[in-house]
């Protein structure tokens, strides 16, 4: 991405802040309209309205809220472990957005090309996990406790399921770079990962029922490292007030929701990179036809943001649909359904791959 | 293993049918009704603040004997000869100044028992819902036409034809019983 910067403008400067930058926007503009499509898309599923006073049909709730949350007094209790609690939301949030890093937003819009990018997203996510236990240890509040606990035990098992499936996609691509995942699915749909891959032969079609089993597993524990509903234990609001954070207020507050809805688009990005095209248009690009070829890396950009926010439509729309698990159930789906299904997945994916 | 096949596809499957039906609900117009803007039609016999049309009201004082609550207060000041009230639309005479006509609507209860008593159907329910206050004292309704002024001026004349009344009875009396009475051809 620099270098595409540097060719365009011809200054070290202000190309570096552009780079640095850009993703920093990407999230805030992820969380803007992410906040306000999850009001209207509940809503209008729940056969409601949403907010409308607020500037247009309310679009300017979100920043009506983001400026009541700047306003807020800063609230700790005493018996607070000072510096836990505040490093927490910050920590929480640089585990979100450092994942962005990675992300190929177009050919040329990566943040950083590196060679292990899929990798690298599994493992700063996890870095969520100790920030949440962080927040729910320092608050000293059984509530965070509790919640903080649950969220631990959840993205830690879930995070099997991903990486299996994950591991089945790095076989067949045979890379670990996202923007090489990308690439190789060239610009049709019926290259993508969901069908089977670019090539031709037994093999893609063999693929296709494993890739969408893939793809569901993957899809229902991304949702659960979100902690999305039906996953939303760790936050389950009619149990624990608002679990890990349920201390915090004003702008640390913010920060937590601020890296759940940045989580959300990084989990979207990926599974869309793994499974359909990443940044790959599903019908070839207008650029091509019309032989402007400046055009491409947008056109890509768009159809990666389109492929990011449907995503995101998705598990909201799941969330108005499925009620929470508890937290058995949601142990028993993941061992003894998700993994199971994962590993035979991995299995015959690998020996596909062979032929 | 049967078992456990079948309900991973009963787990898939019930989430997609689920899936579907808030799908539909996505375009299913909203029930919401944005109230301010829009409102709903108020039902025929509705109960709402209540309206005293003075024009017609004859000061009988009936509705405020009927409100279980007693927030209704009237006062009235007979007329002196000579002054026309005007009547009321359903042709009664009136005969009595109101002077005070208070209905304090924080006290209202809006059973409407006011409303049946009044001979002249000037009590009633108007359609206004919405007249909340932050003050308590701002609830209490003047209805009656009078300024101040006015409402002692006519206090004041019918003190001073009562006063008349008495001098004359006083000088009645102290006449000699022989001449018959001659006041009520005045009055
Ligand atoms: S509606 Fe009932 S409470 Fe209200 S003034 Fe009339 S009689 Fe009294
Ligand atoms: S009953 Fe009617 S006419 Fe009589 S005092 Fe009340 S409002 Fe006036």
Redesign the pocket.
């Known amino acids: 991405m620099y270098q595409y910067f540097y060719d365009l403008t011809g200054n070290v400067i202000i190309s570096g802040l552009i780079v640095a930058i850009f993703p920093l926007v990407n999230v805030l503009l992820v969380v803007l309209i992410g906040v306000y499509l999850e009001r209207k898309v509940s809503a209008h599923m729940q056969d409601r309205l949403g907010p409308m006073r607020t500037g247009w049909h309310g679009t300017l709730q979100l920043i009506a809220d983001f400026v009541k949350l700047l306003q807020k007094e800063d609230i700790a209790s005493t018996e607070t472990d000072k510096g836990l609690y505040n490093i927490a939301p910050v920590l929480v949030f640089t585990g979100a957005f450092a994942a962005y890093a990675a992300i190929p937003f177009s050919s040329k819009l990566i943040g950083s090309e590196i060679e292990v990018g899929i990798f690298y997203v599994i493992a700063v996510s996890g870095l969520v996990v100790v920030s949440i236990l962080m927040a729910g240890w320092s608050a000293n509040n059984k509530y965070s406790l509790l919640g903080a606990m649950r969220s631990a035990a959840q993205i830690i098992s879930y995070e099997i399921p991903t990486a299996l499936v994950i591991l089945s996609i790095v076989m067949l691509t045979g890379t670990l770079s996202l923007g090489k995942m990308s690439e190789l699915q060239t610009a049709y749909f019926w290259n993508w990962n969901i069908l089977g891959g670019a090539g031709f032969g037994l093999a893609k079609f063999l693929l296709i029922p494993f890739m969408v089993v893939g793809f569901i597993i993957i899809y229902i524990s991304t949702l659960a490292e979100t902690n999305r509903t039906p996953f939303d234990i760790p936050e389950a609001e009619s149990e624990l007030v608002a679990g890990y954070f349920t201390e915090y207020c004003g702008m640390k507050y913010a920060m937590f929701m601020l890296s759940e809805y940045g989580n959300m688009f990084a989990v979207s990005a990926i599974v869309s990179i793994l499974f359909f095209g990443g940044y790959q248009s599903p019908f070839g690009y207008l650029g091509n036809t019309l032989n402007v070829h400046w055009l491409i890396p947008y056109e890509q950009a768009f159809w990666f943001l389109l492929k990011g926010w449907f995503f995101i439509f998705v598990q909201m729309w799941l969330r108005w649909t499925l009620p929470r698990l508890r937290v058995d159930q949601l142990m028993s789906v993941c061992w003894k359904y998700l993994i199971p299904y994962a590993f035979v997945n991995l299995i015959i994916i690998g020996i596909i791959s062979l032929l | 293993m049967k078992a456990y096949l079948k309900n991973t596809w009963l787990g898939i499957y019930t989430v997609l049918v689920g899936m579907t039906v808030t799908f539909k609900h996505l375009f299913v117009p909203a029930v919401t009704i944005q109230y301010p803007d829009e409102r709903l039609k108020l039902p025929e016999r509705e109960r709402n603040r209540?309206y005293v049309n003075m024009d017609d009201c004859i000061g009988c004082d009936q509705?405020s004997r009927?409100?279980?609550?007693s927030?209704?207060e009237i006062e009235t000041v007979k007329s002196v000869p000579g002054e026309d009230l005007g009547t009321t639309s359903n042709g009664k005479k009136k005969a009595l100044w109101v002077t005070k006509f208070n209905?304090d609507f924080a006290k209202?209860?809006?059973?409407?028992?006011?409303?049946f008593p009044c001979p002249t159907e000037c009590i009633y329910m108007t359609d206004v819902f919405e007249f909340s206050e932050y003050e308590r004292g701002n609830l209490v309704y003047k209805f009656a036409t009078l300024t101040e002024e006015e409402a002692a001026q006519k206090k004041v004349n019918y003190e001073k034809l009562q006063a008349e009344k008495e001098a004359q009875k006083a000088a009645a009396a102290a006449k000699p019983k022989t001449e018959p009475p001659s006041h009520p051809a005045t009055n």
Do not use: E, G, K, T
């Open positions: 209540l509705c009927a409100c279980p609550v927030c209704i209905i209202c209860c809006y059973c409407q028992l006011c409303v």
